[in-house]
């Protein structure tokens, strides 16, 4: 139900960005386009340490109660909330790059939905990875060592999808 939770999530938040993407159109493809790798890049900036940038977040978490109400309804909601990106933490920078790509875009809604989708797995996949390692405090330890990295090459791999699908 979490992992649904937050593939809705991520799908609404994308959906809604396309809708919002249909503003933008009248900007040309170039500048839309050259706005994209500038956000992606201040991205990459941001999470290698170079650019002190505040980004816009909800910095609260989900409230525990959620869960206790009713186990499976709340872990579906817990997950939609997290899967939108709105509610919570977002400490990286590539889903903010993402985003502004799938809002500058103008394109099919095919791109959107599968950001949509790929932010809601990617953000399920840290739980599940974490399970399946077996030791999820040995786990954190090289997670932590390797987040920096890790989200650096996300920024860029976002800004390279972003042109070559947004052409």
Do not use: K
């Not at 977040?57 to 989900?62: K, T």
């Not at 939108?84 to 791109?111: C, E, I, K, N, Q």
């Amino acid at each position: 139900m979490f992992t649904c939770g937050l593939l809705a999530g991520g799908v609404l938040t994308a959906g809604v960005l396309w809708l919002l993407s249909g503003l933008l159109t009248p900007l040309p493809a170039g500048v839309r386009q050259g706005l994209i790798a500038a956000g992606a890049l201040l991205a990459a900036l941001r999470d290698a340490g170079r650019l002190p940038l505040r980004l816009p977040q909800n910095a609260r978490q989900i409230p525990q109660d959620v869960l206790r109400r009713h186990l499976a309804r709340g872990a579906l909601q817990f997950g939609f909330e997290l899967g939108t990106g709105v509610r919570t933490y977002v400490s990286a920078s590539a889903p903010y790059a993402m985003a502004l790509a799938v809002l500058l875009s103008g394109g099919s809604y095919a791109p959107a939905l599968a950001a949509g989708l790929g932010f809601g797995a990617g953000r399920a996949l840290t739980p599940a990875l974490r399970r399946l390692s077996g030791d999820g405090e040995r786990w954190d330890d090289r997670l932590a060592r390797r987040l920096s990295g890790v989200t650096v090459v996300c920024s860029v791999l976002v800004a390279a999808t972003a042109c070559a699908v947004w052409r």
